[in-house]
């Protein structure tokens, strides 16, 4: 079955960076689109960012220039390099694929002091 295990996150100050990582399982990892997803406190699960089978990459619009989406098929993992963070991009965040599964792990949390 499907498992995602997110990794990496921790309290940083304003300014400082992250890098999150998601090992997948149970999926065909290097045919499938994948995305980082943020639910922030009092909001709604967003997709942040997100990368297709062959390397292209989207951000949203409050990440970009800040964020950077990888993946490495050979481990299955799909990795979030996030730069001059905010408050604003405290919360919870999850990898799935894109669209995302039903499924979703457990998150890691994210939390940027001011």
């Known amino acids: 079955q499907v498992q995602l295990v997110e990794s990496g996150g921790d309290l940083v100050q304003a300014g400082g960076s992250l890098r999150l990582s998601c090992v997948a399982s149970?999926?065909?990892?290097?045919?499938?689109?994948m995305g980082w997803y943020r639910r922030a406190p009092g909001k709604q699960r967003e997709l942040v960012a997100s990368?297709?089978?062959?390397?292209?990459?989207n951000y949203a619009d409050s990440v970009k220039g800040r964020f950077t989406i990888s993946r490495d098929n050979a481990k299955n993992t799909v990795y979030l390099q996030m730069d001059s963070l905010k408050p604003d991009d405290t919360g919870v965040y999850y990898c799935?694929?894109?669209?995302?599964?039903?499924?979703w792990g457990q998150g890691t949390q994210v939390t940027v002091s001011s």
């Open positions: 990368i297709t089978s062959g390397g292209t990459t």
């Open positions: 149970g999926i065909w990892f290097r045919v499938t689109a």
């Open positions: 799935n694929k894109d669209p995302p599964y039903a499924y």
